[in-house]
């Protein structure tokens, strides 16, 4: 079991190895951590464009590429999904990941990217509101994972903190649907 100083000359050890690629993961969690606030489903579309850029970016650096694709391409599919939700156009991303992605991929915990960017593809595209979030959640999960297994601060930090705000979120959200019902 880790103890808080153990805990510290590990980041400080991760932090050191490639500081260029933390500090932007670090800084895209920043960006990041704004977006799950938003309720309106355009405005956190346009925040998570920005960050899962700059997480590609992270991702590149420390010589991830396949998550830099995935990521990358996450991007590019957010800011798509905010002018259209067409199911042809969702469906060639989830196609360009697949191919690139499995491609690259050189093990295991690729997959947990390449699950997490789909289930995020379908949630963008063809989700709103809850129903949006929820499914982001679990894509979460999978990026949580994945950035635990393959040492990115930044990845873990921010991917655990869209859970929680995220979760929050949703709380918000459905509680508005309550009050606002008909009695």
Request: hydrophobic residues 55%; charged residues 10%.
């Amino acid at each position: 079991m880790y103890d808080f100083r153990t805990l510290m000359d590990t980041l400080n050890t991760l932090f050191w190895q490639n500081p260029l690629a933390q500090t932007i993961g670090l800084f895209a969690f920043f960006i990041g951590a704004s977006a799950f606030l938003h309720r309106d489903d355009q405005k956190l579309r346009y925040y998570l464009t920005a960050f899962t850029f700059l997480m590609a970016l992270h991702f590149s650096l420390l010589g991830l590429w396949t998550t830099a694709i995935v990521a990358l391409l996450g991007s590019a599919r957010n800011y798509v999904s905010s002018l259209t939700d067409n199911i042809w156009v969702m469906s060639l991303f989830l196609l360009a990941v697949w191919l690139m992605a499995i491609q690259n991929s050189t093990d295991w915990v690729h997959l947990l990217a390449i699950v997490g960017v789909s289930l995020g593809t379908w949630a963008v595209f063809r989700e709103q509101g809850i129903r949006m979030r929820i499914c982001m959640s679990l894509g979460t999960v999978c990026w949580l994972s994945h950035n635990y297994i393959v040492g990115s601060i930044g990845g873990v930090v921010i991917e655990g903190l869209f859970l929680i705000v995220n979760t929050r979120t949703i709380l918000k959200l459905a509680k508005e649907q309550i009050t606002q019902k008909p009695a």
